[in-house]
């Protein structure tokens, strides 16, 4: 943190507070939907939305985005290549949580609907914020 704030990052320091904003959300639907993680999950707790598809697909939109806004040479094929791996990243790990039975495909349908959205809205928002005068 410390590095950041020195090195006036702003633009990584605005993504974890957009990662952080996500967090909050994931836990208010959870406390105000309380739905039951699938039976037998071994976990506890509520299960409703996945917060590991919501925190991962936020983490995946939002390196494509900047990978496709914020970094010169549109043609470098590593973008798309990264890009590609965040997304896969992003699957894997959301249909791992139904794979471990600690979700079903419907909380994880909209953790993952969520963490799209909140980094698209969230990406919109620091653009805004960051751009030159």
């Known amino acids: 943190?410390?590095?950041?704030?020195?090195?006036?990052?702003?633009?990584?320091i605005a993504f974890f507070v957009g990662l952080l904003a996500d967090w909050i959300?994931?836990?208010?639907?959870?406390?105000?939907?309380?739905?039951?993680?699938p039976d037998g999950a071994f976990l506890s707790g509520y299960g409703f939305p996945s917060s590991h598809s919501q925190?991962?697909?936020?983490?995946?939109?939002h390196v494509v985005l900047v990978l496709r806004y914020n970094i010169a040479l549109n043609s470098m094929p590593w973008k798309k290549r990264?890009?590609?791996?965040?997304?896969s990243l992003a699957m894997v790990v959301a249909m791992s949580r139904v794979y471990l039975g600690v979700h079903s495909w419907t909380?994880?349908?909209?953790?993952?609907?969520?963490?799209i959205l909140n980094a698209c809205l969230w990406f919109i928002v620091t653009m805004r914020w960051f751009r030159p005068l």
């Open 1 to 12: 943190v410390t590095l950041l704030l020195f090195r006036r990052e702003l633009r990584t």
């Open 25 to 37: 959300l994931n836990l208010t639907l959870k406390i105000i939907v309380r739905s039951p993680r």
């Open 55 to 61: 925190f991962m697909f936020f983490f995946a939109v």
């Open 82 to 87: 990264l890009s590609l791996f965040a997304l």
């Open 107 to 115: 909380q994880v349908l909209v953790g993952a609907s969520l963490g």
